[in-house]
């Protein structure tokens, strides 16, 4: 059984920053791949940042310049560090982690139940 949990969403101003951390819990022998992603109504989700299974990480192009992301690897957590907010950041964020639980068994994705950031005057 794996659990992950995101924290750190909130209501900011134009401009303004925001850290969002994921933390996963359970039975987990490697954690392949874990990002962020974040969804409006109406939208598919979109990939913000991760850490892809060769140990790369990607970051979106529309937030590279203003969202740092970070990944922890003895902790099982990652986190999302937004600057310089705008309004259409205003979505639900994810956290998204492909785990293996046991070493013979195949990865499995999880998500968080997300986040709420909204960016308002």
């Known amino acids: 059984q794996v659990d992950i949990v995101e924290s750190g969403g909130g209501l900011v101003q134009p401009g303004e920053s925001l850290r969002l951390s994921c933390e996963a819990s359970?039975?987990?022998?490697?954690?392949?791949?874990m990002g962020w992603y974040r969804q409006t109504p109406g939208a598919q989700r979109e990939l913000l940042a991760e850490r892809t299974p060769g140990g790369g990480t990607s970051l979106s192009d529309s937030v590279k310049d203003r969202f740092t992301f970070f990944r922890d690897n003895s902790k099982n957590s990652a986190s999302l560090q937004m600057n310089k907010l705008k309004p259409d950041d205003t979505a639900v964020y994810y956290c998204?982690?492909?785990?293996?639980?046991?070493?013979?068994?195949?990865?499995?994705?999880?998500w968080g139940r997300g986040t709420q950031v909204t960016v308002a005057s």
């Open positions: 998204h982690a492909q785990i293996r639980a046991n070493w013979w068994e195949a990865p499995v994705d999880y």
């Open positions: 359970g039975t987990i022998a490697e954690i392949v791949a």
